[in-house]
């Protein structure tokens, strides 16, 4: 099982960037997905999640209207398309898929960095 982020980077405050993670080793299509993120001294907070179909989302009140979580089953790709980004949305994003009673799927992380 792997999944794998890329896409993160340093921004300017107000830039964007879109993550992108692969799944392999799974299927993927039955799964909800998940980003959480993770800044220096803080715990890990769930970001955004997806259903397995792409249906139902849902968001942190903190990037509501400004992150979109979407899915492509035929890529088994998950992304975050990230906007308006601020200094406080810096930190270690990963990519995640829950599973019930046995320990979740992670990814290795990407950084995101906004300076301001």
């Known amino acids: 099982v792997q999944l794998v982020e890329s896409g993160g980077g340093l921004v300017q405050s107000g830039g964007s960037l879109r993550l992108s993670c692969a799944a392999s080793g799974f299927t993927f299509s039955s799964y909800a997905m998940r980003w959480f993120r993770q800044a220096p001294g803080k715990e890990r907070e769930l970001v955004a999640f997806?259903?397995?179909?792409?249906?139902?989302?849902h968001y942190a009140d903190s990037v509501k209207g400004r992150f979109t979580i979407s899915r492509d089953n035929a890529k088994n790709t998950v992304y975050l398309q990230m906007v308006s980004l601020k200094p406080e949305d810096t930190g270690v994003y990963y990519c995640?898929?829950?599973?019930?009673?046995?320990?979740?799927?992670w990814g290795q992380g990407t950084q995101v960095t906004v300076s301001s």
């Open positions: 995640n898929a829950p599973r019930r009673g046995k320990d979740d799927y």
């Open positions: 997806i259903g397995s179909t792409g249906g139902s989302t």
